[in-house]
Every structure is written in structure tokens, then in C-alpha cells.
């Protein structure tokens, strides 16, 4: 679980969290990817996505330079 600590006005309040879940196959992701995805949890919709190996690796878990707002 990683809290946004100050989110950007350009995004909406709903990504101030992200979670992420780490698998060992590709076709486990891919289940709950299509599962979660448009979900309503906590008062808030799911946006489930992948995300980038190497950036999970290196703990860079916030927004990305070019990445598109929720």
C-alpha cells in the first residue's frame, strides 16, 4: 500500500492510494486485473493496471513522469 503524499491537482482524490500485488504468472495477474478492475471498494472505483517491474524494484511506487491521471 502506497499513500500519495501530497496527490496532484491534475489527478483525481480517488488515486491519493495505490496497492499493489505482486504474482509469480502472468495469468494470475491477468484474473485479477480483468476482477478488480471497476470494483467499488471503500466508497471509491478500482483502477486496476499493471505496473512497471522495475520501477516496483527500485520502490518507485508514486505517479510517473508522462503517466496519464486517473
Same mark, same amino acid.
Given at each position: 500500500?502506497?499513500?500519495?503524499?501530497?496527490?496532484?491537482?491534475? @489527478?483525481?482524490?480517488?488515486?491519493?492510494? @495505490?496497492?499493489?500485488?505482486?504474482?509469480?504468472?502472468?495469468? +494470475?495477474?491477468? &484474473?485479477?486485473?480483468? $476482477?478488480?478492475?471497476? &470494483?467499488?471498494?471503500?466508497? @471509491?472505483?478500482?483502477?486496476? +493496471? =499493471? =505496473?512497471?517491474?522495475?520501477?516496483?524494484?527500485?520502490?518507485?511506487?508514486?505517479?510517473?513522469? $508522462?503517466?496519464?491521471?486517473?
Amino acid at each position: 500500500i502506497f499513500e500519495l503524499e501530497d496527490p496532484d491537482p491534475g @489527478r483525481s482524490e480517488g488515486e491519493a492510494v @495505490r496497492v499493489f500485488a505482486e504474482f509469480t504468472e502472468a495469468a +494470475s495477474a491477468a &484474473r485479477c486485473l480483468e $476482477g478488480m478492475n471497476g &470494483r467499488f471498494f471503500g466508497g @471509491r472505483t478500482i483502477q486496476a +493496471s =499493471y =505496473y512497471s517491474e522495475a520501477l516496483f524494484a527500485e520502490n518507485e511506487l508514486g505517479p510517473q513522469p $508522462g503517466e496519464p491521471p486517473a
